[in-house]
């Protein structure tokens, strides 16, 4: 079946995605969409020529993910969120763009698929069509999407970056819960994230506790991290890939180019066929120094990114007092300190509930608003 392809494949062999997310945006100035689809499609063709198994972008929905709130994040100074997300919005149409992408994708023999930053963004990819799902770490405890995302039945991959042990539980159970099929990819939030901060142990602590597959979504420099993940056992390798690291744009500075693709491809497949070979790659000096603590924990730099990638209830329209809340009445919307709802772990607490009184579009939903 198309939506167990991942599960499928890694049980043969190391599943390698080259994350492509919006490094097709390489200008400071807008450019046309048809331009920024030509991008993207050279990517593709490079990830695939490097031997990636998969390239993943990043869809975004201004509506339900950005509140219009001047803010700027940590790791990239260009443009201020709304700004970058509306842009995104922009640049990648339905017609003009990810249909035209996906079937490129097809086309030259490589798997498409997209992070949906939003559930507006996940019904763009329904209409689009992917395999399974990718939730990045800064979305695990939007349940809104995540709600979505398991009433697809499709496999979801989530990272756990900028997050703590507690809340990787809580995901796992409200995914569980709902039957999903999951993999965990451990991640740290650091841009570019130093080896002794890797804590690469992490990855057999996630796959004993939940009894999953896991992988690694690597932002450290160069390949050796992502191959000491798989001689520690990861199962999905994911790096974001680019053409060039001195590139206008968010994650070009911490992307593998497609000569550094190729080798750690080639890097991977060596590991998986010679025990000995793994064995010794664990004894490298960078790969002692990545160990770090086998517990996930929150690494000192993530917590800076938290109050501007988690989320908050907000009311997805209009509704009058008295009405009971559904789950299109409600968004989930960046970035969470600023805009005062509760956060967006609590969406099963106001399912079913009654407004206490009328609420406008994008008002925060707070504790006092509900019965």
Known sequence: MMQSLILEKI????FVIAEIGKNFIQTQEERPVAEYLENAKVLARAAQDAGADAVKFQTHHVEDEQLNISVVSPHF???????????NTNATP?????????????EIGIIF???????????????VGVPFWKVGSGDILDFVLLDYLAATKKPIIFSTGMSTLEEIDKTVHFLKKRGSEIIILHCVSKYPCPPEELHLASIGFLRDRYGVPVGFSDHSIGIDSALAAVALGARVVEKHFSLARDLWG???KVSMTPE???ALVGGIRELESNAATREHYLTKDIVVRGMGSPEKILQKGEAAFRPYFRKSLMAGRDCAAGEVIAAQDVYAMRPQ???GGL????YERVMGKKTMRALKKYDPIIKDIVS
Do not use: N
């Not at 698929?113 to 209409?127: E, I, N, V, Y």
């Not at 956060?343 to 609590?346: D, G, H, N, Q, T």
């Open 11 to 14: 049980k043969d062999h190391v």
């Open 77 to 87: 100074k260009g443009s201020d969120r709304y700004s970058w997300v509306t842009r």
């Open 94 to 106: 339905i017609e003009g763009f990810w249909k035209p992408l996906k079937a490129y994708c097809d």
């Open 113 to 127: 698929f997209s992070t949906p930053m939003s559930r507006g963004a996940a019904q763009k990819l329904d209409q």
């Open 250 to 252: 968010a994650d070009h």
């Open 260 to 262: 550094e693709m190729r």
């Open 337 to 339: 300190e600023y805009a």
């Open 343 to 346: 956060p967006s772990e609590e």
